[in-house]
C-alpha cells in the first residue's frame, strides 16, 4: 500500500487480547500507518508492536470511560480517521455506552469504515481501493428512497 492510512484502533477490556493478537498479526501493515488508539488500548499496541520490532506513530487518547472514544469521534468528524477497528465487547454491559453508540454514529454518518470483529479489518485492511485513485467513496445520501424514481431508471 502506499496511501498512509490514519487508523483507529479501540478495544473493550474483554476484546483487548483480540486487538492485540490482531495487531501483531497485521504488524508489517500497521507499521506503515499512524495509529489512534484509546489509553490502555494504545499502551497494548505499542508493547505488543514494540516486541515486534515495530515502531509506528502511534497517538493515544484517554480512555474510552474517560472520553477517548469521544475524542476519536471528533476526529472521525474533522475527517482525520481513515478507518476505525473498533472490538465491541457484545456480552458486557459498558458503562458508557452513548460514547460507544457516538463514536459508531459518527463513522456511519462521515462514512468512514468501521470493523468491528478482526474478519472485517482484515478485509478491510487489505482492500485494493486505498489506492485506487479511480475510487471515490459515494456519500451516504440520506433521503427517502423513491421507488417510482427508481423503476424508471433501473428497468
Known amino acids: 500500500m502506499r496511501r498512509k492510512l490514519t487508523i483507529a484502533l479501540v478495544a473493550h477490556d474483554h476484546r483487548k487480547a483480540d486487538m492485540v493478537e490482531w495487531v501483531i498479526f497485521n504488524s508489517d ?8 488508539c484509546t489509553g ?4 497494548l499496541v505499542r508493547e505488543a508492536l514494540d516486541r515486534e520490532g515495530v515502531n509506528p506513530e ?35 454491559a459498558q458503562p458508557h455506552e452513548a460514547d460507544i453508540m457516538m463514536l459508531l454514529r459518527q463513522c ?16 478491510m485492511i487489505t482492500s485494493s481501493l486505498w489506492d485506487d485513485n479511480a475510487y471515490i467513496p459515494s456519500p451516504p445520501l440520506y433521503e427517502k428512497f423513491d421507488r417510482e424514481k427508481w423503476d424508471a431508471e433501473y428497468k
Open 108 to 123: 456511519r454518518v462521515h462514512n468512514v469504515p468501521i470493523a468491528c470483529n478482526r474478519y472485517s479489518a482484515d478485509l
Open 58 to 92: 502511534i497517538t493515544i487518547m484517554n480512555s474510552g470511560p474517560m472520553g477517548g472514544d469521544a475524542e476519536i469521534a471528533a476526529k472521525v468528524v474533522r475527517k482525520e480517521i481513515d478507518l476505525a477497528v473498533f472490538l465491541i465487547d457484545d456480552l458486557n
Open 40 to 43: 490502555t488500548t494504545g499502551s
Open 29 to 36: 501493515f500497521l507499521s506503515e500507518h499512524h495509529l489512534v
